[in-house]
């Protein structure tokens, strides 16, 4: 008998822009023409929201539709030469996810 479940993802945001910042800081970014500005509040969260996004894997695309999730953690962030910064994040879907999986076609 199971009488406790959860489905949660592990993952990196490598784009640094306003909806990825908003999004994983759970705070607004205040834009001029030089630069934007932002706090991070570590308690603070975007809330619950849907949330859609792909795995490839070769030539097959996984598809992962969550219509209730919030980010519930957030990993280190990743500075390094050369690289894209990574935001790693935990996300929490509060409903069955939905999957379509282009190697399950018939």
Do not use: C
């Amino acid at each position: 008998v199971i009488t406790s479940a959860k489905i949660s993802y592990q993952g990196t945001l490598i784009q640094t822009n306003v909806d990825v910042i908003e999004t994983v800081f759970g705070t607004a970014v205040t834009q001029t023409s030089e630069h934007g500005t932002y706090e991070i509040d570590p308690s603070a969260t975007s809330g619950r929201m849907a949330w859609v996004f792909e795995v490839v894997d070769g030539a097959e695309i996984k598809r992962i539709v969550i219509e209730e999730g919030e980010i519930v953690e957030l990993g280190e962030t990743t500075y390094a030469t050369g690289e894209p910064i990574g935001y790693a994040i935990t996300l929490e879907a509060y409903t069955n996810p939905t999957v379509y999986d282009t190697a399950l076609k018939s």
